[in-house]
């Protein structure tokens, strides 16, 4: 059997243990909503059933589709470490003794399963997974987004109708913050600054650059929930540390992890070559 690759590990992950649940949720809440709006005044015992089962098949759906994807996943991908921390860090798992993964439904064999394959993870020798795509250039740079500045502007806009209308204090002093934002982002922008770069070398910062051999382990670090929401890039090593907000990128935080797999693949690759022709 062939080796399966994260991405498409991952992807098996989303339906099975996201997408699934979501559509129950939608099924079932959307349902519960139905039937309030169309007969409010019905019985509210289908609208009760409708909620709780919006909110515990999902989570029985995972419970029990987890553990099998998980023993799937975890002995097919070459790079274990790696996958483990997407999965959680897309919410398809939670971490290892987290009181969510507690509701895990497993058997004894697949605790045992399961258990042997995290020590597998944890003591193999690194192992990462080559990624090849020839499309994207030799050097790629990463920009800030348009979308903080078309905010700002929008909020100036508002302001100065709330200052029309003789909502001075509000109107002013948000206009003032939305201006400054909306400048700070204008300079960025106009200044051609940029988060970072790849290329075969390594990842260049504004104020660093750190090679690729240098670098032990890369990932995206998801904090809050729902608007909340920011995606961090963290770069690891024995002498460095990263971690970098990914808040006003242009390009969405697993799309830039699938190019930093691509071109450090390419640095590896040539790596390889390079040996074998010494």
């Known amino acids: 059997?062939?080796?399966?690759?994260?991405?498409?590990?991952?992807?098996?992950?989303?339906?099975?243990?996201?997408?699934?649940?979501?559509?129950?949720?939608?099924?079932?809440?959307?349902?519960?909503?139905?039937?309030?709006?169309?007969?409010?005044?019905?019985?509210?015992?289908?609208?009760?059933?409708?909620?709780?089962?919006?909110?515990?098949?999902?989570?029985?759906?995972?419970?029990?589709?987890?553990?099998?994807?998980?023993?799937?996943?975890?002995?097919?991908?070459?790079?274990?470490?790696?996958?483990?921390?997407?999965?959680?860090?897309?919410?398809?798992?939670?971490?290892?003794?987290?009181?969510?993964?507690?509701?895990?439904?497993?058997?004894?064999?697949?605790?045992?399963?399961?258990?042997e394959l995290y020590k597998k993870i944890d003591n193999a020798a690194p192992k990462r997974e080559?990624?090849?795509?020839?499309?994207?250039?030799?050097?790629?740079?990463?920009?800030?987004?348009?979308?903080?500045?078309?905010?700002?502007?929008?909020?100036?806009?508002?302001?100065?109708?709330?200052?029309?209308?003789?909502?001075?204090?509000?109107?002013?002093?948000?206009?003032?913050?939305f201006v400054y934002s909306a400048f700070n982002a204008f300079k960025k922008i106009k200044n051609n600054e940029f988060f970072f770069k790849l290329n075969t070398k390594g990842i260049t910062l504004p104020h660093n650059f750190y090679p690729w051999q240098e670098i032990e382990e890369y990932f995206i670090e998801k904090t809050g929930f729902g608007k909340t929401t920011t995606y961090y890039l963290v770069i690891n090593g024995s002498e460095m540390y990263e971690r970098i907000s990914l808040e006003d990128v242009n390009l969405s935080a697993f799309t830039i992890e699938k190019y930093l797999d691509i071109y450090r693949s390419r640095f590896d690759v040539k790596q390889s070559t390079s040996s074998k022709n010494l």
């Open 1 to 115: 059997m062939r080796e399966i690759t994260i991405e498409e590990a991952i992807g098996k992950g989303r339906i099975q243990l996201f997408w699934i649940p979501m559509f129950f949720i939608f099924l079932f809440g959307g349902g519960s909503l139905a039937v309030v709006c169309y007969y409010p005044e019905g019985n509210a015992v289908l609208p009760v059933l409708g909620g709780i089962s919006a909110l515990t098949i999902p989570w029985l759906w995972w419970s029990i589709k987890v553990v099998g994807w998980k023993i799937w996943a975890f002995s097919n991908v070459t790079d274990g470490k790696t996958l483990e921390k997407r999965a959680i860090s897309r919410q398809l798992i939670w971490p290892r003794g987290s009181w969510f993964e507690l509701t895990e439904f497993k058997s004894k064999k697949e605790k045992a399963l399961l258990k």
């Open 130 to 177: 080559i990624v090849i795509d020839q499309s994207l250039p030799e050097e790629m740079t990463i920009k800030y987004s348009m979308v903080n500045l078309n905010i700002s502007l929008f909020f100036i806009l508002v302001c100065s109708n709330l200052i029309f209308v003789e909502k001075y204090l509000i109107g002013v002093g948000g206009a003032a913050l």
